[in-house]
């Protein structure tokens, strides 16, 4: 049975990180050279962690699925990244960033980690500034910032709505320059398909070439997985196509604990889906709620031209439920909101699933000009994809899949319980609890690669240093590989009639209606009971043209979606297990008489990681305790 040691250091909450940072213990430059790092993902985790490590002189091995690094999903990230300059003098400080996640969590995250991402976010905003990202200045020069939800404090630094894409740029410049100085080598469009444990701790990995289908072995003496999040297990998302959570699976069925699955986060502000052939929905960044204002028609079925209602029939309905912090809630809550009001018949658009973003207020008092220099190519996105001039009508938007703060169990050395598996980014559990916070994923995964993870793992690596390389030809390595193997033959020789996307499609409505933005216990059991079908069906009548040694998307697909299947059950189990509501996960039966989430703090206050016994066994439930010691954990309140 796997332990839970979180490895929390002694000393007060502002002082821990020090403490550790000046007790760990360290490996000198001679011995790093003699030591490998795999580092599986090139998003904003990945990167800056293969790079840190590079430079540190450590020998980094790194891989992706895409044919560039740079192409990892962290691109696609618009609004921003959070940090606790406090230029605006407005009150902001590395406690009350970390008070806001913690409470913008609804106290189902780790104090210790959550403080010490907060600690490190200046740094982070230094470091990519020196590295040359185009954030947005103010007239004196200094960078400027925007509002997130959940928060009512200005720290969220951006490059107009193409952050994520600069920062991107900065880390794979990063990356690159130490590609070119030898300390890592990049290995694109290759796909983790197993982990390799030898001797109980993480020594390789086995990756399938994406252009001759090969199979390789890598080893190293740790691993890190930087992979990213599972939200497109909801099929339509805002995530990249590709996104998926199998190399976070695989290490969950070589031991690591899952925690939290079903703390998925549903966002407010998605271009509402237009059609059923649609393979993904698109994001209006979070940043638009500084300026746009929310609302719907304060009568049923009102068929008129947005433009052509009048102040007094409009409902604002976030203002009006949430005076504190109106447009600007955190995204659970929006979701929620939005949803409650189109279910309740006041929804807009053709299919009624969409309310009004509207920024004609922010307009005539700012001018198109400014508005344009915070948002244009947002506004742009929107014009090329419904055919609307938001300069002119509102937008119309919806909740969709996003984010997921669940993910593989770390210690405070984002280490999962495998000695010497690490897991950062998004692809780890640990920082957002029930909900994330807009901004703070940029945050923590860059955090966790440039200035947590390289610190974290040298108390690893510093017993590492007379393990000598190791072999690839060892049986756990031909092990791996031959499962590997036979799950890719067993895949392909189904030969039925139905596409990868055909089982994915339905697998993601399953989960959208009973695992989504509100869940219940009827409606769990009968999405455990449909995925189980489904999952025979797709391993009955599965189809995957064209062979194994060769470019072929469709078996990539089908790996993917056949362990979204086994991760379907877990998240549904988790959601099952967890009878309250707090922050993404809704439970019907736990709220309160106005219709907000109510958590049971006597009987929940724990993190669920869960433990793989088998196959067609059911999970083991480990419960990691959640103390609270600077924070009073309070009912969560943004009225
Ligand atoms: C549309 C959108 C906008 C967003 N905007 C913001 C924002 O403004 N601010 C913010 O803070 N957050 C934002 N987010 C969230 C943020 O973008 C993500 O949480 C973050 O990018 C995750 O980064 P990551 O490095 O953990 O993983 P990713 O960027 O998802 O990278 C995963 C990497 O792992 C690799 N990989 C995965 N599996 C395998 C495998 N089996 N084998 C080999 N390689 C593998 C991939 O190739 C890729 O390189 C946004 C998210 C979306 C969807």
Request: hydrophobic residues 35%.
């Given at each position: 049975m796997a332990i839970l040691n979180a490895k929390i250091p002694e000393g007060s909450l502002a002082e821990k990180w020090t403490q550790y940072k000046n007790s760990v213990k360290l490996v000198n430059p001679a011995n790093k050279k003699k030591l490998d790092i795999i580092v599986v993902g090139t998003g904003a985790a990945g990167s800056s962690a293969a790079s840190a490590l590079g430079e540190l002189g450590y020998n980094v091995k790194v891989f992706c699925y895409q044919d560039s690094p740079r192409r990892a999903h962290a691109i696609a990230s618009q609004g921003g990244i959070n940090a606790t300059k406090n230029y605006q003098n407005d009150g902001d400080s590395v406690y009350r960033l970390f008070y806001d996640m913690i409470k913008g969590g609804d106290f189902r995250a780790r104090e210790a980690n959550v403080y010490r991402a907060a600690e490190v976010s200046s740094q982070v905003i230094d470091h990519y500034t020196a590295l040359g990202v185009p954030f947005a200045r103010d007239y004196g020069g200094s960078l400027t910032n925007r509002s997130f939800g959940g928060v009512q404090v200005s720290r969220t630094f951006y490059a107009k709505g193409q952050t994520g894409q600069q920062c991107m740029l900065a880390s794979y410049s990063s990356l690159n320059r130490q590609i070119s100085k030898g300390t890592v080598t990049m290995f694109s469009r290759r796909e983790m398909l197993d982990l390799v444990l030898v001797d109980g701790k993480a020594r390789g990995i086995i990756t399938r070439n994406l252009i001759t289908g090969e199979l390789e072995r890598h080893s190293a003496h740790a691993v890190v997985l930087a992979s990213g999040g599972y939200g497109t297990i909801y099929y339509l998302s805002t995530l990249a196509i590709q996104s998926n959570g199998s190399a976070a699976w695989k290490a969950h069925l070589k031991g690591a604990l899952f925690a939290n699955p079903s703390f998925a986060q549903i966002h407010p502000t998605s271009i509402p889906q237009l059609n059923e052939y649609q393979s993904k929905l698109t994001l209006m960044s979070e940043s638009l709620r500084n300026d746009g204002r929310i609302w719907v028609p304060k009568e049923k079925n009102d068929k008129r031209h947005p433009n052509d209602i009048p102040e007094e029939d409009r409902d604002y309905y976030l203002e009006r439920r949430y005076p504190a912090y109106g447009n600007l809630v955190p995204r659970d809550v929006g979701s929620r909101a939005a949803k409650e009001r189109c279910d309740a018949g006041y929804g807009v658009g053709p299919t009624g699933l969409a309310v009004y973003m509207d920024f004609r207020d922010a307009i005539k008092k700012q001018g198109d000009k400014t508005i344009e220099a915070k948002y244009g190519n947002l506004f742009q996105l929107y014009d090329t994809i419904t055919g609307v001039n938001p300069y002119k009508e509102p937008m119309q938007i919806y909740p969709s899949a996003h984010y997921t703060m669940g993910g593989l169990w770390v210690d405070y050395n984002l280490m999962t319980n495998i000695p010497g598996l690490y897991a950062i980014g998004e692809a780890n559990f640990a920082d957002h609890g029930a909900n994330r916070l807009g901004a703070a994923s940029l945050m923590q995964c860059s955090?966790?690669?440039?200035?947590?993870?390289?610190?974290?793992?040298?108390?690893?690596?510093?017993?590492?240093?007379?393990?000598?390389?190791?072999?690839?030809?060892?049986?756990?390595?031909?092990?791996?590989?031959?499962?590997?193997?036979?799950?890719?033959?067993?895949?392909?020789?189904?030969?039925?009639?139905?596409?990868?996307?055909?089982?994915?499609?339905?697998?993601?409505?399953?989960?959208?209606?009973?695992?989504?933005?509100?869940?219940?216990?009827?409606?769990?059991?009968?999405?455990?009971?449909?995925?189980?079908?489904?999952?025979?069906?797709?391993?009955?009548?599965?189809?995957?043209?064209?062979?194994?040694?060769?470019?072929?998307?469709?078996?990539?697909?089908?790996?993917?979606?056949?362990?979204?299947?086994?991760?379907?059950?877990?998240?549904?189990?988790?959601?099952?297990?967890?009878?309250?509501?707090?922050?993404?996960?809704?439970?019907?039966?736990?709220?309160?008489?106005?219709?907000?989430?109510?958590?049971?703090?006597?009987?929940?206050?724990?993190?669920?990681?869960?433990?793989?016994?088998?196959?067609?066994?059911?999970?083991?439930?480990?419960?990691?305790?959640?103390?609270?010691?600077?924070?009073?954990?309070?009912?969560?309140?943004?009225?």
């Open positions: 955090g966790d690669g440039y200035f947590i993870l390289p610190f974290t793992i040298s108390d690893y690596m510093a017993d590492q240093i007379k393990t000598p390389r190791i072999p690839v030809n060892l049986k756990e390595f031909d092990e791996a590989e031959e499962n590997v193997r036979k799950r890719l033959e067993k895949l392909i020789s189904i030969n039925g009639t139905q596409t990868p996307t055909f089982f994915h499609k339905k697998l993601g409505k399953i989960m959208w209606d009973y695992c989504g933005m509100v869940r219940n216990e009827e409606g769990l059991k009968k999405a455990s009971e449909l995925v189980k079908e489904l999952k025979h069906e797709f391993w009955t009548d599965l189809k995957v043209p064209g062979n194994l040694n060769e470019l072929n998307q469709e078996i990539e697909k089908a790996g993917r979606v056949s362990d979204f299947f086994d991760l379907a059950g877990l998240l549904i189990s988790d959601a099952l297990n967890r009878k309250e509501s707090c922050g993404a996960h809704f439970r019907e039966e736990s709220q309160t008489p106005d219709g907000e989430a109510q958590r049971n703090d006597d009987e929940y206050l724990y993190v669920a990681a869960w433990e793989f016994k088998g196959e067609e066994r059911p999970h083991q439930l480990h419960k990691e305790k959640l103390k609270f010691e600077e924070v009073e954990v309070q009912v969560r309140s943004y009225k």
